[in-house]
């Protein structure tokens, strides 16, 4: 096998300038674990920055200095936090794309194309009159430069880095963080492979990859992480313990095919290195393996003949505590429906959608789920049955585990939510 082109992938520090700040301090981690492996290209899909300053982007090129050698080719887009200027600054986009550029060491373009070893890598910001946006005439140039990329070779993939996602493809795209502007430019042209941030999703998630009319790549977080979902137990879209996914990508290309390795920098880990993901060059949409028919070849997951449940009462909030269930690769999700027995009959008063630890370090994540109860509609002193319905990442569901108990009288039951779900 032919030695491969190797391109390291990061995105959404949100850092500010100064090592001790946990952006920064991951960006190092990040790259401590990259330099070594010596990459020839280094995308960046932008929120390098959490709000502009000049002074972020200096430390950033001094962290690459010192863990890269040689420099590998930086590509690298802005994201919605690069554009951020404190209150009463006036906004000067395009100034502060071209002082972005300068201090990262990168050439002042958008698109900016790096041709390296033979394949195109374009980085494409945000319109940098109207940030958040991509307009028709920056739009055109893009297309411009994935023609050329493609004319040059129109066998090879172009690999093409934007901070806002496609519109409904990876995971993270389903919202307004899904563009449907990049979607519609991408379907043309089947040599795309999209690579993009801004949702922060766990890359443990295989919804991270997509495959349809292009290539889609949901490219993580060094911040912390959020999901799309809507989950009881998130706190707005961010998930309990976001700050254990700091994840980043490196990828080899090799002349018939590319393989993506996921990583978690904070533990230095390979994720699901079972599951590399590796696709065809060139790439063919009707034999794509990263399709939407992966939920038709994937099992529900189901919970073990001992699994064991309990309704626990803490501190005056109730906790439903179980057995996880099990999959061959891991439950998303958990649906719960609560029932309380009314003139004899369980009545069904609640159903909530909670997000399982499937993202956390190595260790922390598998064990017993503890999830609070939306204690605020159910009656203390009645008879409570719930029933957990396992859920795994494109919607398989298993059998559910049921638990049935009498929740704790009156005087000891707490109102209301939490404002940090994970307590």
Known sequence: MSIPLKVAIISDSQAYPTLSDWGMYNLKKAFELLGPMKPDVLLMAGDLADGTNFETFKVYNQLLKQHFDPLPVHVGCAGNHDYWVPHGMERQPEYIYSEMCKLIGQKNANPLRET?????????????????HYSP??????????????????EKPVFVVTHFHPYDTV???????????????????????SLSGHTHCPLEDERCIWQGEFTAVNTSTLAYACVEDKAYN????????????????????????????RYNVEDRREI??????????????????????RKEERKAPEFPADAHGVIRYDYGFLYLIFDPAQHDDFTHFYDVKVYEK???????????????????????????QSFKLPAEIITPNCECRVEIYPVETFGNTGKPLVVERRVPNPRSFKEGRSIYPQE
């Open 342 to 368: 009314i003139d004899g009959e369980y009545v069904l008063k609640a159903e909530e959608r909670y997000l399982s630890d499937f993202y956390r370090l190595q260790g922390m994540g598998g064990r017993r």
């Open 171 to 193: 995971a993270g795209s389903h919202t307004a963080s899904g563009k449907p502007e990049l979607r519609e430019l991408f379907n043309r042209y089947p040599q795309v492979v």
């Open 234 to 261: 998130r706190c707005s879209v961010i998930v309990p313990f976001a700050s254990e996914v700091l994840e980043v990508m490196f990828m080899e290309i090799y002349p018939d095919h590319y393989d993506i390795h």
């Open 137 to 154: 005439e920056m739009l055109a140039k893009l297309e411009a430069e994935i023609r050329s990329a493609i004319a040059r070779d129109p």
């Open 116 to 132: 390296v070893g033979g394949y195109d890598f374009i980085a494409f910001s945000e319109d940098i009159v109207n940030t958040d």
């Open 272 to 293: 699901k290195p079972d599951r590399l993901w590796s696709c065809e060059i060139p790439y063919r949409p009707e034999s794509a393996k990263y399709t939407a028919r």
